[in-house]
């Protein structure tokens, strides 16, 4: 591998700008590369590999100016960065225990060389096993964990106000405080009686408790990306007249979508940014 017909490892790494996902960059470069040849890069040379962390999210680019490489980009961008180029030069990332080099002996950046890319998905999950690895999560570009982001360092991810980010009606009002209380917030059954497994979506006070609670979560957590008023996990719908009433006019997502389109326009109110997610 050649860089302006020099060797890589002829070339030494410099900081130009950047935080701690800029020094994670440097350290994922300099490992990979010294694993794939069995050799360190020099210590001090004129030839550079420059890492720039600027501007915001994921976008790739490097480029060769100068004879020199420079790596750029905001937070994660930057780290993609380094992954993407480590790919070029042979890396596979399989599984957290399984990575594999199949070196590319014949590639060689000439001078005025870019590669440039933008994902084109802004939310990118994988929910299986390997993701809980957050190493191989992120040379995977995985940008959303189950319940977390990725660390700082690692430079974070899109984050979801609230415990859960799926199927959190049974949160947003709880059965245990409000079954009792307020019978009517909860699906009837077709049978005529409640059942705390799916609230009723056409009662005002389930709505007003909903939104009470999703306003906390948010306060809580103000810089999220994302915020979800889901179903809970089961079939159930409630058969009162309304919530009928919605679903054959509006097909069988009726009552739940004119329920989060309200919910969406009072929370847009205090946090216009947060998206919401059914």
């Known amino acids: 591998m050649k860089i302006n017909g020099i060797d890589l490892l002829e070339f030494s790494v410099e900081k130009l700008s950047g935080g701690e996902c ?3 960059a440097i350290s994922l470069l300099k490992e990979y590369i010294e694993k794939a040849y ?3 890069l020099k210590e001090d040379s004129e030839y550079k590999i420059f890492f ?3 501007g915001a999210g994921e976008s790739v680019k490097y480029s060769v100016e100068n004879g020199s490489l420079y790596f750029y980009g905001g937070n994660r961008g930057i780290i993609y960065s380094v992954l993407e180029f480590l790919e070029q030069l042979g890396w596979r990332f399989f599984t957290p225990t399984l990575e594999t080099f199949f070196e590319n002996e014949t590639l060689e950046l000439p001078n005025g060389y870019s590669y440039e890319y933008t994902p084109k998905y802004w939310y990118r999950q994988n929910i299986y096993n390997c993701t809980k690895t957050e190493s191989w999560s ?3 570009k995985i940008n959303v964990e189950w319940k977390k ?5 690692m430079g974070g991810g899109i984050t979801y106000a609230g415990p859960e980010p799926a199927h959190t009606f049974s949160l947003l009002m709880p059965s245990k405080i409000y079954f009792e209380k307020h019978p ?3 699906a009837l059954r077709p049978d005529g009686e409640r059942s705390d497994r799916q609230p009723c979506l056409s009662e005002e006070k389930t709505f007003e408790i909903m939104l009470g609670t999703a306003l906390e979560w948010l306060k809580e957590k103000p810089k999220a990306d994302i915020i979800s008023l889901s179903q809970n996990d089961n079939w159930l719908e409630c058969h009162c007249e309304k919530c009928v009433r919605a679903r054959k006019e509006d097909g069988s997502s009726g009552a739940l979508l004119r329920f989060i389109n309200r919910m969406a326009k009072e929370i847009k109110k205090e946090y216009p940014s947060i998206l919401i997610e059914t």
């Open 184 to 186: 009517e917030c909860f």
């Open 52 to 54: 720039a962390e600027e």
């Open 149 to 153: 982001s990725l660390p700082s360092y």
């Open 38 to 40: 069995d050799s360190t």
């Open 22 to 24: 800029c020094d994670y």
């Open 138 to 140: 992120l040379r995977q």
